[in-house]
């Protein structure tokens, strides 16, 4: 099995991972590996990750357990790091080395899937020739996954329509959709205090606010008050939880209010006021999902489809726009829900349910969905 460059570069990124500590259980990990001490190499991982989550150090957990003879360990390690990595170079290392064990396995089909995905969000030599190696194929449809990254876009973030513009957001967002509009908010800086018994966050950024009925895009700073609390930091107490979340202030009339909590979701002029959000991705967005919000549809792509030995196939929620909820306990049920799959015959990332179809422009981030034979433009898409 050879190194891809990607996991060269992000094994020398791990060494700044989080402190001394880190990089000390790091730096003896890779000696072990220079070794082919593969149990004394996974003792020294499993001891930089602690209590926290490092993709990164996930991802070559998962390298040290296959050297190991562990394949679903490996495999376990693979998937976490591939799904909920956050930048594109460990992503597209975990996917390497997910698609190597699913080779090991016999699982070519999936072994393709994992290296062409890899491959699309960032070249590499090993990469490209592990995936000729295998040889012609396609996988089939109605397909079960490891990681809902092998079936995702190579590119993360939210993307608006407007106008005859799609606009590119950033990958650190916050999401709400009601009848009358979407909104969108960009963080791009946030500033942490601790105090004894609450963390509490100050939030920069923009708000994009899209009205349904006519496209139109209204956009604007965060005004001073937007923030966080977490009341369960440094240390939990009971109902610590309840009382925490985050509140993003703006001018935009009818989105000068965006409350995020954990009794709900709501977007209106004042923050105890307000319609709820739908439950299609209020908040912060669904990981490992991709949210199309049209004019008259919200439409979700997930790893609803159960699959066997815990792995996922894609299924498509839709909802429609111009039912609201007044409170967040109020049920809004999915107007359609169909199981499908990516169609890997066409050149831009397309999910395909039937008569329903969703297609994502690589190039510019623009999204269409299509329900039997009306089109829609995607006027926010989301892919977190």
């Known amino acids: 099995m050879t190194r891809s460059l990607l996991a060269l570069a992000m094994l ?3 060494a700044h991972a989080g402190g001394d500590d880190v990089a000390a259980h790091v730096t003896a990990a890779r000696a072990a590996e220079a070794k082919r001490d593969w149990a004394a190499a996974m003792h020294e991982l499993e001891a930089a990750l602690g209590p926290r989550f490092d993709p990164r150090l996930s991802a070559e957990l998962g390298w040290v357990t296959m050297q190991s003879g562990d394949p679903v360990g490996a495999r376990n390690a693979d998937v976490t790091a591939a799904d909920f990595a956050g ?8 996917l390497y ?4 064990v699913e080779q090991h396995s016999g699982e070519r089909a999936a072994a393709r899937v994992s290296f062409a995905a890899s491959l699309a969000i960032a070249p590499d030599l090993a990469v490209a020739t592990a995936l000729v ?6 996988p089939a ?3 079960c996954y490891d990681a809902l990254a092998q079936v995702l876009p190579a590119r993360r973030g939210g993307w608006i329509r407007d106008g005859s513009i799609v606009r590119e957001l950033g990958t650190d967002l916050r999401y709400c959709d009601t009848p009358d509009r979407i909104a969108v908010a960009s963080i791009t800086r946030q500033d942490v205090t601790l105090g004894p018994r609450d963390e509490f966050t100050e939030l920069f950024g923009s708000l994009y606010a899209i009205e349904r009925g006519t496209g139109a895009v209204a ?11 977490d009341h369960c930091a440094p240390e939990g107490h009971a109902g610590c939880s309840e009382t925490s979340g985050c509140t993003i202030a703006t001018t935009i009339p ?8 954990p009794d709900g979701f709501y977007l209106g ?3 105890d006021d307000g319609p709820a959000c739908s439950p299609a991705a209020s908040g912060y967005g669904q990981p490992g999902a991709i949210t199309c919000a049209t004019q008259r549809h919200v439409a979700v792509i997930a790893g609803s489809r159960s699959c066997p030995e815990g792995r996922y196939g894609l299924g498509i929620a839709v909802y429609d726009a111009r039912r609201g909820r007044k409170t967040a306990d109020d049920p809004l049920a999915p107007s359609i829900q169909r199981d499908g799959d990516r169609d890997f015959s066409a050149a831009a990332p397309s999910y395909r349910f039937g008569d329903i179809a969703l297609t994502i422009d690589p190039a510019t981030g623009a999204g269409t969905l299509a329900i039997g034979k009306t089109r829609e433009d995607c006027l926010a898409l989301l892919v977190p």
């Open 219 to 229: 956009i604007a700073p965060f005004a001073p008050g937007s923030s966080c609390v």
């Open 269 to 271: 002029d004042r923050p």
């Open 87 to 94: 930048d594109d170079a460990v992503r597209a290392t975990a």
């Open 133 to 138: 190696l295998l040889g012609p194929g396609r």
């Open 141 to 143: 449809p109605q397909g």
């Open 12 to 14: 020398t990124s791990l």
């Open 254 to 261: 009818g989105a000068r209010s965006l409350r995020m909590f």
């Open 97 to 100: 080395y997910l698609g190597l």
